[in-house]
C-alpha cells in the first residue's frame, strides 16, 4: 500500500468553498469538474498523496451498454457521446478503444441465452448470435464441449481511465 500524504488542510488564505468532495478518485474528480464548470468554488481534499491511487488506478474499466440492470444501460448509452468526444481540452487521446464482449452460453443454457437476446437487442443494434464455431473463432482457448454460443456485443470497449481521471482533474486545477 502505498504510503499516506499528509493530512488535509484548509487553505491558509482565508478562501472560502461551495463544495467540498472528499476523494480524488474518478467519482470525486467528475462531480467536481463538473460542479466547477457550473461556476461553484469546489476544494476537493484526497487522503493520499496523488488522487485516483486505489479503484481508480486499478479499475480495467469498460464501456459496456450491454451489461447490467436497464437503468444501468440506460445511463451507459447515455453517456457515450461524452466518451466518443469529450469536451475541448479535456483529453488529447481518445477514451475508448474497441474490443467487443462475448456472453458465452454453454450447452444447457440455449433458453437464458435466448433471453438475454430478446431483453438486450432492442437497445444493442450490433449485438450478434455466434454459434459455437464462431464463438470458439473468437475465443479459441474456451472448451469446444462447453460452448453451445454466445451473443457478441460490438460495442462494447476499453475506457482509458487513466486520460478520463486526467481530464476531469484537468477540469478544475
Not at 9 to 29: E, M, R
Request: aromatic share 6%; hydrophobic share 40%; with cysteine.
Amino acid at each position: 500500500m502505498p504510503p499516506r500524504g499528509p493530512a488535509p488542510s484548509l487553505p491558509a488564505n482565508g478562501a472560502s468553498f461551495d463544495v467540498l468532495v472528499v476523494g480524488g478518485g474518478i467519482n470525486g474528480a467528475g462531480i467536481g469538474r463538473d460542479l466547477a464548470g457550473r461556476g461553484l468554488r469546489v476544494l476537493l481534499v484526497e487522503r493520499e498523496l496523488q488522487p485516483g491511487v486505489h479503484s481508480t488506478g486499478r479499475s480495467a474499466a469498460m464501456y459496456m451498454p450491454s451489461y447490467g440492470p436497464p437503468a444501468a444501460r440506460a445511463l451507459t448509452r447515455a453517456s457515450r457521446s461524452f466518451y466518443e468526444a469529450p469536451p475541448a481540452g479535456f483529453t488529447d487521446q481518445p477514451l475508448l478503444t474497441p474490443r467487443g464482449v462475448l456472453y458465452v452460453a454453454s450447452p444447457d443454457q440455449g433458453e437464458a441465452m435466448d433471453a438475454l437476446h430478446a431483453e438486450l437487442a432492442p437497445a444493442c443494434a450490433g449485438l450478434q448470435r455466434l454459434d459455437a464455431a464462431a464463438t470458439l473463432a473468437r475465443a479459441p482457448s474456451l472448451r469446444p464441449d462447453q460452448v453451445m454460443g454466445a451473443l457478441w456485443d460490438p460495442e462494447s470497449t476499453d475506457i482509458d481511465v487513466q486520460a478520463l481521471h486526467q481530464g476531469f482533474l484537468r477540469g478544475f486545477r
